[in-house]
């Protein structure tokens, strides 16, 4: 079993910036992969950047590439997602999760309780 316990969600004005952490619990060996993803209202779960615990180059969603950047603290078991230069479109409700990889919800299995970011204009 993993656990994922998300935090740094809240309400920031456009052009500003905000860090989410992940604290992951358990076997997370057996997971190799966190990813972060997020859930609009009214719209599906989508990949937002994921990286493997033991290094590689992380990866990106296109419409957050160059704005977000996922990065991890092996020594705390914790992913963060830095996210600046906010727009109101990236309002949703962000999720971390723990899986093989990819960009595929299908990939994730465990799951974090997700926290909500409101980006005002």
């Known amino acids: 079993q993993v656990q994922l316990v998300e935090s740094g969600g809240g309400l920031v004005q456009a052009g500003g910036s905000l860090r989410l952490s992940c604290a992951a619990s358990?076997?997370?060996?057996?997971?190799?992969?966190m990813g972060w993803f997020r859930q609009r209202p009214g719209k599906e779960r989508d990949f937002v950047a994921a990286?493997?615990?033991?290094?590689?180059?992380?990866y990106y969603a296109d419409s957050v590439q160059g704005r977000f950047t996922i990065s991890r603290d092996n020594a705390k078991n914790t992913v963060y997602l830095q996210m600046n230069s906010l727009k109101p479109e990236d309002t949703a409700v962000y999720y971390c999760?723990?899986?093989?990889?990819?960009?595929?919800?299908?990939?994730?299995?465990?799951w974090g309780q997700g926290t909500q970011v409101t980006v005002s204009s």
């Open positions: 999760a723990a899986g093989i990889g990819g960009r595929s919800r299908g990939a994730y299995d465990y």
């Open positions: 990286m493997v615990w033991n290094g590689g180059r992380p």
């Open positions: 358990g076997r997370t060996f057996n997971r190799p992969v």
